[in-house]
């Protein structure tokens, strides 16, 4: 067997009676749409729910599967402590799905539970669903910090341990949509909140799972959205499968939205490859990049290609520009893939004979010791982009008004420590969000007064 199918749902706490004490009624569709996928769940009668939740233990750089034959849980955390559940865990697809992470290169196991006590995320579904079905076994996996290709590809793992251990299965993904839809919202209100409500129950309306891989990072964290990935995940589960698709409901009265889709597997469908058609422009895209990069960043990519293929540091090349040799200046090397920052690490002032030297020193830290990051491995190498800034010399300034978020970096001072924002970054659009971040860097507490410089730069 395979996945059954699979289903798009949210996860209000409010919409269990004893906790929403009569505000569940403004989300009545919701209600009913989730009745509808429990039932469907009932008839199915499959063996495994595979529960895909953000609220589950979560790390930057590994998928965490609730370990163990068994968990429980209630809503005392939502004043209703009387309403709980316990769940018996599918240890043998728990197993299967680890080792065949490993083999595809994915970094996900049972290891590392922080809370073994079930979170709303996978409670309020199986609310639902405990009314339709009893007779099943769960396996509860987290989100990771990775890119959502790598989500997918967990997908794909899922389905193939499905396959192999001959499992009549099914998919929760569980997840609210942007909660940004409102002022009176949890996080206010942001013009991104209804822009990726709209466009995600479009897609997944119309199951085009490849269109997930096309969001943002950017634009989902500024959406305020929480099941992303767990949607991404489900589509690589339904990798190269024809499926019915079905919306059945969409609401965000208390500005969260709230959406739920339906998806039966009907078959084998080679033409919806999505990680296959996604990862084709993806590279034919990074091709047009690189044939566009100037002497600055095709250094900094020589640098690390054979630093990750030797582990040795080049000197600086033959051929460069003249100020590439003759000029002394700070500068920073970004690196990102899939959208993804992946390391940046950079210097203020001078601290090399020439500016090359400065490029390919930071260069390799960038990729190896940006204390955030895993070290970048040789098969990432071409999945990078990459820039360089050189960094002007730095002025100080005597209040915000005096600094640009699109034209100055900033860096911020209080005693010994010292923070540096780049200028002109996605994501960060006001100078108020730009002395945060440096503030945070920096360690300096959101309060403190600091001095201020400003610096402009050459982005190359």
């Given at each position: 067997m395979a996945i059954l199918a699979g289903f798009m749902v949210p996860h209000p706490p409010l919409i269990v009676p004893d906790v929403g004490q009569g505000q569940e009624e403004a989300i009545k569709n919701t209600i009913e749409s989730y009745k509808t996928v429990a039932e469907e769940i009932g008839r199915l009668q499959p063996e495994t729910i595979v529960l895909l939740s953000p609220h589950q233990t979560m790390y930057a750089d590994y998928f965490h599967i609730s370990p163990g034959r068994s968990a429980r849980g209630d809503f005392g955390r939502f004043g209703a402590p009387q309403v709980r559940m316990e769940v018996s865990y599918d240890t043998a697809f728990a197993e299967r799905l680890?080792?065949?992470?490993?083999?595809?290169?994915?970094?996900?196991?049972?290891?590392?539970?922080?809370?073994?006590?079930?979170?709303?995320?996978?409670?309020?579904?199986?609310y639902f669903v405990n009314q339709y079905l009893t007779e099943y076994r769960l396996v509860r996996i987290g989100l990771?910090?990775?890119?959502?290709?790598?989500?997918?590809?967990?997908?794909?793992?899922?389905?193939?341990?499905?396959?192999?251990?001959?499992?009549?299965?099914?998919?929760?993904?569980?997840?609210?949509?942007s909660h940004r839809l409102k002022e009176d919202g949890p996080y206010g209100y942001q013009e991104e909140g209804p822009r990726y409500d709209a466009r995600i129950m479009d897609v997944m309306a119309r199951a085009a799972f490849g269109e997930l891989l096309e969001f943002s990072e950017d634009f989902c964290e500024k959406a305020a959205e929480c099941g992303h990935r767990s949607f991404t995940i489900l589509a690589g589960a339904f990798h190269r499968t024809a499926v019915e698709a079905r919306k059945l409901s969409y609401e965000g009265p208390f500005g969260v939205g709230y959406g739920i889709c339906g998806y039966k597997a009907l078959g084998p469908d080679g033409t919806r490859d999505f990680l296959e058609q996604h990862e084709e422009k993806e590279n034919a895209r990074l091709r047009a990049l690189r044939e566009k990069e100037d002497p600055y960043v095709r250094l900094a990519r020589q640098t690390i290609q054979e630093y990750l293929r030797t582990g040795r540091q080049i000197a600086p090349p033959q051929g460069l520009p003249p100020e590439l040799y003759g000029t002394r200046a700070g500068a920073f090397v970004s690196l990102k893939e899939d959208g993804r920052l992946r390391g940046c690490i950079g210097t203020i002032q001078a601290t090399k004979d020439s500016l090359a030297e400065e490029i390919i020193a930071n260069a390799v830290s960038a990729?190896?010791?940006?204390?955030?990051?895993?070290?970048v491995e040789a098969w990432e190498a071409d999945r990078l982009t990459i820039s360089v800034d050189v960094l002007g010399e730095t002025e100080p300034v005597t209040s915000p008004e005096e600094l640009d978020a699109g034209r100055y970096g900033v860096i911020v001072t209080k005693g010994l420590k010292r923070g540096l924002l780049l200028p002109n970054l996605e994501g960060v659009d006001t100078v108020e969000q730009q002395i945060a971040i440096a503030k945070q860097k920096a360690g300096i507490r959101e309060g403190e007064a600091v001095a201020l410089e400003r610096f402009e730069v050459v982005r190359h």
């Open positions: 680890a080792a065949e992470a490993g083999v595809r290169g994915i970094q996900a196991g049972t290891l590392g539970e922080r809370e073994r006590k079930l979170d709303h995320g996978t409670m309020v579904p199986l990771s910090g990775f890119p959502l290709t790598a989500h997918y590809r967990l997908g794909q793992c899922i389905r193939e341990t499905a396959q192999a251990l001959d499992r009549r299965a099914v998919i929760i993904a569980s997840g609210d949509l990729c190896s010791r940006d204390p955030r990051f895993p070290p």
